[in-house]
């Protein structure tokens, strides 16, 4: 599959926006779906369609076979020990929420600490602020440095004896910085403390490899990753996923049920109560052969350039603020520009079918700390290219020139 | 959708140099309003004297140009005003920026109303209609006396 292609595997390019080609820059955000995944959505539903797990009929059989089938391509594809360390959410949020509530739960008491970052985005801090006000727990952040990034240091600085979990991005949706993963997991694990990674934007721009980055826990949002909405990942070690308490009761995630007590299922069903996103699970299982045939590799090599690329062309435009310079950068540029609000920007590019995020991006911690209430940015995926990002600077000029800006 | 209609000269004049931007010193009455959209933050400051007359009303806050400009023109068509016909020209700015072609009230003068009709541009653009409502209906929980920071979400 040939990337430069790529853009005519996804039918939403096909429509106008305000009679505009839809120049899509807002994938940090959510990404755009394939025919093929849009396709198999509608296939389940037209032809395949059942509950899972449940009945004996012929179609659940199938049903449940094809979602089981999506488990395991996601194992591979992260490369986990067993299939049954991966849990679908309702999305990364939930996965996170998951984790912060059983663990919680479980090990945590008052004053003790998690350690998370100043870039984290909302889902990877308010649940962990719910053990704050239910169990006295603190939340320490460590700092992000002028370039916009977290390095190994400012994480070691922030960890004491009373550290009991380590929570970060692996990439961030404002800045772009690479955390690194690793070396964080090496030093957490020679403490004893575990991690969870939030991988909502690591995950589909960069390898995932659990055994290398030896993480706890990684969590997934799959409408990032080409994938339908409602859907997440959790993975977590085997170990985690037997020790931790189960999440929501229902059905489907129990053994025996009797009036006096109960016994739940085994893993993964253990954390999958109710009837789960089918048809997202099974459609999902596209979105990684969509990755995998054009290779991680290759989506990497091409947004990197698209992200110099962009670089570049905004710096050469005056008026235009870069937020961060971190050394390792994934494909997101965050940008002001001196005069106009980050809305205003959005609006006007919007105009010319640009579409980009203006905001807090749901980082409000980090925008405090930039001294900044929004700004606006531009984030990439594989179907992006550089007629992409020479428009946007054409629609950044046109800005200025509205608001009289030179 | 008609991005000239939204940016006009006046908007953009005052949106860049609002009027009335500052914390006022005395005001007897106050409210702060929030968009946590887009993080936009508008206080309004207000003195009213012993007959309830606006002897003075001010703002701070920081926003995009609309919502900056909706704060400014707002401040400097309402000073002197009687509260009664604040709360008029209130309701009918917010009427009509929800669905009426034209501002109705005869409290302001003509000239007034077209600087005030220069914001109804947003209509086309129902994600920033809010932006231009804001302050207003901050001046709003600043009359009534309301102490909670305006959440401009539960707002239509």
Redesign the interface.
């Given at each position: 599959m040939n990337i430069d292609n790529i853009k005519k595997e996804f039918p939403i390019f096909n429509n106008k926006v305000h009679n505009n080609d839809l120049i899509y820059l807002d994938s940090a955000n959510s990404s755009q779906k394939p025919q093929v995944v849009i396709d198999r959505i509608y296939d389940f539903y037209t032809k395949e369609f059942s509950n899972v797990g449940r009945s004996v009929h012929y179609l659940a059989v199938a049903a449940t076979n094809l979602y089981e089938n999506t488990r395991i391509s996601v194992q591979k594809y992260i490369n986990a020990k067993d299939k049954n360390e991966i849990v679908f959410t309702k999305g990364a949020t939930e996965a996170i929420n998951l984790v912060a509530n059983t663990f919680g739960q479980k090990y945590l008491k008052e004053g003790d600490e998690i350690l998370i970052t100043e870039l984290e985005h909302h889902s990877n801090y308010v649940p962990w602020h719910y053990l704050r006000q239910s169990k006295g727990i603190k939340i320490q952040f460590a700092e992000v440095n002028k370039e916009g990034e977290v390095t190994l240091e400012s994480i070691e600085k922030k960890i004491t004896t009373k550290t009991k979990m380590i929570a970060i991005s692996h990439l961030s949706n404002v800045t772009g910085a690479i955390l690194p993963i690793k070396e964080i997991t090496q030093l957490a694990h020679s403490k004893s403390i575990p991690v969870l990674v939030d991988g909502c934007q690591g995950a589909p721009h960069l390898k995932l490899d659990m055994q290398d980055l030896d993480c706890d826990f990684y969590a997934i949002s799959c409408h990032k990753m080409y994938g339908p909405t409602g859907l997440g990942i959790l993975y977590a070690k085997k170990k985690w996923l037997n020790e931790l308490p189960p999440y929501q009761g229902g059905g489907g995630m129990i053994k025996e049920v009797k009036k006096e007590e109960i016994s739940y299922g085994e893993l993964p069903h253990k954390y999958e109560a109710g009837t789960m996103a089918t048809a997202q699970v099974i459609a999902f299982d596209k979105s990684i052969k969509f990755l995998e045939k054009i290779g991680i590799e290759n989506i990497i090599k091409h947004e990197k350039e698209l992200m110099e690329y962009g670089l570049e062309t905004l710096r050469k435009n005056n008026s235009v603020n870069i937020i961060g310079n971190p050394k390792n950068k994934g494909a997101v540029i965050s940008f002001t520009i001196k005069g106009v609000h980050p809305h205003d920007i959005a609006t006007i590019l919007d105009e010319d079918g640009v579409a980009i995020r203006a905001g807090h991006h749901c980082c409000q911690i980090l925008h405090e700390k930039l001294g900044l209430a929004a700004t606006a940015r531009a984030s990439f995926g594989v179907y992006n290219n550089k007629t992409d990002i020479d428009q946007l600077n054409i629609s950044i000029n046109k800005c200025k020139k509205i608001f009289n800006l030179q | 959708?008609n991005?000239k209609e939204?940016?006009q000269e006046i908007i953009?004049d005052h949106g860049?140099n609002p009027h009335n931007l500052k914390k006022m010193e005395n005001f007897n009455k106050d409210a702060k309003g929030h968009n946590p959209?887009?993080?936009?933050?508008v206080h309004v400051y207000l003195k009213l004297d012993d007959k309830k007359n606006i002897e003075d009303i001010s703002f701070e806050g920081?926003?995009?140009?609309?919502s900056m400009a909706s704060a400014s023109i707002m401040t400097s068509l309402l000073k002197n005003k009687k509260e009664k016909e604040v709360k008029e020209v209130i309701k009918d700015f917010l009427e009509m920026i929800k669905n009426k072609p034209e501002l109705s009230t005869k409290i302001l003068k003509e000239d007034e109303k077209t600087k005030l009709m220069c914001l109804s541009g947003v209509k086309q653009?129902p994600?920033?209609v809010k932006?231009a409502t804001l302050s207003w209906h901050t001046l709003n929980f600043a009359m009534e006396g309301k102490k909670e920071e305006i959440n401009i979400e539960k707002f239509e």
């Amino acid at each position: 599959m040939n990337i430069d292609n790529i853009k005519k595997e996804f039918p939403i390019f096909n429509n106008k926006v305000h009679n505009n080609d839809l120049i899509y820059l807002d994938s940090a955000n959510s990404s755009q779906k394939p025919q093929v995944v849009i396709d198999r959505i509608y296939d389940f539903y037209t032809k395949e369609f059942s509950n899972v797990g449940r009945s004996v009929h012929y179609l659940a059989v199938a049903a449940t076979n094809l979602y089981e089938n999506t488990r395991i391509s996601v194992q591979k594809y992260i490369n986990a020990k067993d299939k049954n360390e991966i849990v679908f959410t309702k999305g990364a949020t939930e996965a996170i929420n998951l984790v912060a509530n059983t663990f919680g739960q479980k090990y945590l008491k008052e004053g003790d600490e998690i350690l998370i970052t100043e870039l984290e985005h909302h889902s990877n801090y308010v649940p962990w602020h719910y053990l704050r006000q239910s169990k006295g727990i603190k939340i320490q952040f460590a700092e992000v440095n002028k370039e916009g990034e977290v390095t190994l240091e400012s994480i070691e600085k922030k960890i004491t004896t009373k550290t009991k979990m380590i929570a970060i991005s692996h990439l961030s949706n404002v800045t772009g910085a690479i955390l690194p993963i690793k070396e964080i997991t090496q030093l957490a694990h020679s403490k004893s403390i575990p991690v969870l990674v939030d991988g909502c934007q690591g995950a589909p721009h960069l390898k995932l490899d659990m055994q290398d980055l030896d993480c706890d826990f990684y969590a997934i949002s799959c409408h990032k990753m080409y994938g339908p909405t409602g859907l997440g990942i959790l993975y977590a070690k085997k170990k985690w996923l037997n020790e931790l308490p189960p999440y929501q009761g229902g059905g489907g995630m129990i053994k025996e049920v009797k009036k006096e007590e109960i016994s739940y299922g085994e893993l993964p069903h253990k954390y999958e109560a109710g009837t789960m996103a089918t048809a997202q699970v099974i459609a999902f299982d596209k979105s990684i052969k969509f990755l995998e045939k054009i290779g991680i590799e290759n989506i990497i090599k091409h947004e990197k350039e698209l992200m110099e690329y962009g670089l570049e062309t905004l710096r050469k435009n005056n008026s235009v603020n870069i937020i961060g310079n971190p050394k390792n950068k994934g494909a997101v540029i965050s940008f002001t520009i001196k005069g106009v609000h980050p809305h205003d920007i959005a609006t006007i590019l919007d105009e010319d079918g640009v579409a980009i995020r203006a905001g807090h991006h749901c980082c409000q911690i980090l925008h405090e700390k930039l001294g900044l209430a929004a700004t606006a940015r531009a984030s990439f995926g594989v179907y992006n290219n550089k007629t992409d990002i020479d428009q946007l600077n054409i629609s950044i000029n046109k800005c200025k020139k509205i608001f009289n800006l030179q | 959708m008609n991005l000239k209609e939204l940016y006009q000269e006046i908007i953009l004049d005052h949106g860049k140099n609002p009027h009335n931007l500052k914390k006022m010193e005395n005001f007897n009455k106050d409210a702060k309003g929030h968009n946590p959209l887009c993080g936009d933050k508008v206080h309004v400051y207000l003195k009213l004297d012993d007959k309830k007359n606006i002897e003075d009303i001010s703002f701070e806050g920081s926003g995009c140009a609309i919502s900056m400009a909706s704060a400014s023109i707002m401040t400097s068509l309402l000073k002197n005003k009687k509260e009664k016909e604040v709360k008029e020209v209130i309701k009918d700015f917010l009427e009509m920026i929800k669905n009426k072609p034209e501002l109705s009230t005869k409290i302001l003068k003509e000239d007034e109303k077209t600087k005030l009709m220069c914001l109804s541009g947003v209509k086309q653009y129902p994600m920033r209609v809010k932006c231009a409502t804001l302050s207003w209906h901050t001046l709003n929980f600043a009359m009534e006396g309301k102490k909670e920071e305006i959440n401009i979400e539960k707002f239509e």
